[in-house]
């Protein structure tokens, strides 16, 4: 055996190998792949043609198809040869009855299999036997319709059955490079996202309709894109905490760039709350007498400003008790009486107000109705008797401190045992605020307010005044006209003497030291 007689044999399928013989080596196209395009299609959309045009060659095209082809590409679409439009021949196909394309002079109907020519000069369509026995056997070459004269070269064959190479979709340049020209319409239809579904059921369906209806995406990207309006901020407003749009902005894209951290700004119900330390005082005048009430404001503001506020509006003025339940309380506060209208002084529902040190304990407590959590409008009530399983759904505000006789003759009305509605009428006729601990939050927070603007103006005053001076102070002072004005001569003179004068004491003392030295 000779030596290295296996050198070439791999233990792995070589790239040669591969391309040639193996996997990656692409087999030739059979005559099965073959695919015929109709003679009646156009050869660049492969749809049926409206308005057919031919090449010197006989490839036929719609001219909505190829005018678009040739201004984008400038070739041919079935070679990539270069194409001009002004090189394209129109056609003029005869249909029947039926309206089936057919020969205008035999009247045979054209099919796959027919032999179809052209007519270069008149663009007319005939079929070959009719152009073979009257045109060039006779040696007439005159249009069998139009009598228009022309050559055996101006005859284009459209199709021949003996020749169908130029008919096989397989083979043409646009399919093989998948080139396409779409038409604006396409171009935008292609935009939506459904355009690329090709079959869909009746839900999908359903539920993409309803997404295009309802989403609302780019407009909520629009939204937080735009930069919020900062909110003035103070030494009385300003939160240790900042607004966060730095770091939003840094980790996302849909939030506008923010490159200085700003302090946040705490809500001017906070700030004003803040100031709330005394309790308030409202005198209720009922049909059945006065009752004098304490509201909590400086533990509760948010309910305890809603009464002050819708009493000092006269929101309340000629409401009736609607709702009385002996040994428990009696309700009102709704301008409708039937218990389910109401509005808060906000125009909208405020949240609860819960303290561990306030509780429906003893008779005359003022609480606020509900319709369950956070839903408080303008409804109250008034206890007749201690009730804490109301503690934690109800909140406490005050609570009734001078005409409990008044209660008591409230309480004493009969109600329908059916609907709770006294029988006779318990009407609050109007409400007097004697001490309102809001107004006096608002002015002090003015005060504090407008001491610190004029705060603030004085130190400004004082830096500015302060600039001014350093200013002045740095600028050199002139001393005479001229150069060097800013030189002052009578110091320099004085200067001058003293150093001569102290030279002159040094030379002295050196001279009576060597004298000492020659002598001793």
Avoid at 95 to 121: D, M, Q, R, W
Avoid at 283 to 304: Q, S
Avoid at 347 to 358: A, H, S, V, Y
Avoid at 433 to 438: A, E, K, S
Wanted: charged fraction near 25%.
């Amino acid at each position: 055996m000779g030596k290295r007689q296996h050198q070439k044999d791999k233990m792995y399928i070589t790239c040669a190998e591969y391309t040639q013989f193996y996997g990656g080596k692409k087999s030739e196209i059979p005559q099965a792949n073959f695919r015929r395009l109709p003679f009646d299609h156009c050869s660049l959309s492969l749809q049926p043609f409206e308005y057919p045009m031919c090449t010197v060659d006989g490839v036929v095209f719609d001219l909505m198809s190829i005018v678009p082809w040739i201004k984008k590409f400038g070739t041919n679409p079935i070679t990539g040869e270069k194409l001009e439009a002004k090189s394209l021949i129109k056609l003029n196909f005869s249909k029947n009855s039926e309206g089936k394309y057919h020969c205008p002079v035999l009247y045979t109907v054209f099919t796959n299999n027919s032999h179809i020519v052209a007519n270069k000069v008149t663009g007319n369509v005939f079929s070959y036997e009719a152009v073979e026995q009257l045109n060039i056997k006779t040696k007439s070459y005159k249009d069998l319709l139009t009598d228009e004269p022309f050559t055996r070269q101006d005859l284009i064959t459209l199709q021949d059955p003996t020749n169908l190479d130029k008919f096989n979709v397989s083979d043409f340049f646009h399919v093989k490079n998948n080139m396409k020209v779409l038409d604006p319409d396409e171009e935008k239809a292609k935009q939506d996202p459904s355009y690329h579904l090709k079959s869909t059921n009746l839900e999908t369906r359903e539920t993409l309709a309803e997404l295009y209806r309802d989403y609302k995406g780019d407009e909520m990207l629009a939204s937080t894109m735009k930069v919020p309006e900062a909110k003035k901020t103070d030494k009385l407003n300003a939160a240790h905490y900042s607004t966060g749009r730095v770091s939003a902005s840094f980790t996302s894209t849909a939030m506008a760039p923010a490159t200085t951290n700003e302090a946040d700004a705490i809500s001017d119900d906070a700030v004003r709350y803040q100031y709330v330390k005394k309790k308030g005082y409202v005198r209720l005048h009922t049909n059945k007498g006065d009752l004098n009430v304490e509201l909590h404001c400086d533990k509760v503001p948010k309910a305890g400003e809603n009464f002050v506020k819708l009493c000092k509006k006269g929101y309340y003025d000629g409401t009736i008790f609607h709702r009385s339940i002996r040994n428990f309380m009696i309700q009102g506060g709704d301008p409708t009486g039937t218990g389910t209208g109401g509005e808060s002084y906000w125009g909208k529902p405020f949240k609860d107000e819960f303290r561990p040190n306030l509780s429906h304990t003893g008779r005359g407590i003022l609480s606020m109705a509900n319709s369950g959590p956070n839903t408080n409008k303008s409804q109250f009530f008034i206890t007749f008797r201690s009730c804490t399983y109301l503690d934690r759904k109800h909140t406490v505000f005050g609570r009734v401190v001078g005409g409990l006789e008044t209660l008591t003759a409230m309480e004493n009305v009969e109600s329908d045992p059916k609907t709770d509605k006294p029988k006779s009428e318990i009407k609050l006729l109007s409400t007097t605020v004697f001490v309102d601990p809001y107004e006096e939050a608002d002015a002090q927070i003015a005060a504090e307010r407008e001491k610190e603007a004029q705060k603030q103006e004085e130190e400004r005053a004082q830096t500015s005044a302060s600039v001014n001076k350093a200013k002045t102070e740095d600028k050199p002072k002139t001393f005479r006209p001229g150069v060097g004005k800013y030189i002052n001569m009578t110091a320099t003179y004085f200067f001058f003497q003293l150093s001569y004068t102290l030279l002159f004491l040094r030379l002295f003392f050196y001279i009576l030291y060597d004298i000492y030295f020659i002598v001793v």
